[in-house]
């Protein structure tokens, strides 16, 4: 991609929200000339883009850039009372013997993060939760599924942790597959997000229906995506 080359999925004077492609970091850290921020900078040179939440690298997706104080502001609180929804898309190596709906439901941990890594601990850890929506074998490769999930809280690797301490390491997750499969297999994706526009304050719902590398899905995944995407969002 070019400097300022991004897929664009909605923009206001205060907002930009964009699609992240996998292996580009969401904000310019000390190795990285490239980030989200900094093609949203080329972009708009006279703005200064904000964050109010990150995907990691790995990770592709749905990502908001702020382009003004009050909007980062905004966002920042709406996020500390658990006002935005995010789903996600996750492909992980299926269990042998399990069967897909044993996993559906809310699943809850304490994680804390040492060396780059999120450990599972039994106290003294910050309290995770996350929902799965849906579990479907990936068409034509059932030695995965499709995972859709809930983020219920936005600690660190929490996706990817918690679904290894239940058995369904991400594919090629380097961190936390111990299988050590195919890096090139890893697959999440923040798919829908459900958020306050800050200028109107109308509910929000940004879901990019063909988005690059997605593949096909089972039913199932496609009909419980539609339904998130077609519901208000709870956002009162």
Aim: aromatic share 6%; glycine share 6%; net charge neutral.
């Amino acid at each position: 991609m070019s400097p300022d080359e991004l897929i664009v999925l909605k923009e206001s004077e205060h907002e930009l929200v964009v699609y992240k492609p996998a292996g580009l970091a969401s904000e310019r850290g000390d190795r990285d000339a490239d980030s989200v921020l900094t093609r949203v900078a080329h972009r708009l040179p006279n703005q200064t883009p904000k964050l109010p939440h990150r995907l990691d690298r790995v990770t592709r997706g749905i990502l908001l850039v702020c382009l003004s104080p009050a909007a980062i502001a905004f966002h920042n609180e709406r996020i500390k009372a658990r006002k935005w929804e995010k789903y996600y898309l996750a492909r992980v190596a299926a269990p042998a013997g399990a069967t897909p709906a044993s996993f559906i439901g809310e699943h809850r941990a304490f994680l804390t993060e040492k060396n780059g890594r999120a450990e599972v601990v039994r106290a003294g850890g910050k309290p995770a939760w996350l929902r799965i929506l849906a579990v479907a074998p990936v068409p034509e490769r059932p030695e995965c599924w499709h995972l859709v999930v809930q983020l219920l809280t936005g600690r660190f690797h929490q996706i990817r942790i918690m679904c290894a301490q239940l058995g369904l390491p991400l594919c090629g997750d380097p961190l936390y597959d111990p299988e050590q499969r195919d890096p090139g297999d890893f697959y999440l994706e923040h798919v829908v997000l459900k958020y306050e526009d800050f200028e109107t304050r109308a509910a929000s719902t940004i879901f990019l229906a063909n988005a690059p590398e997605r593949g096909e899905l089972a039913p199932e995944i496609t009909t419980t995506l539609a339904s998130i995407v077609a519901r208000d969002a709870a956002l009162s």
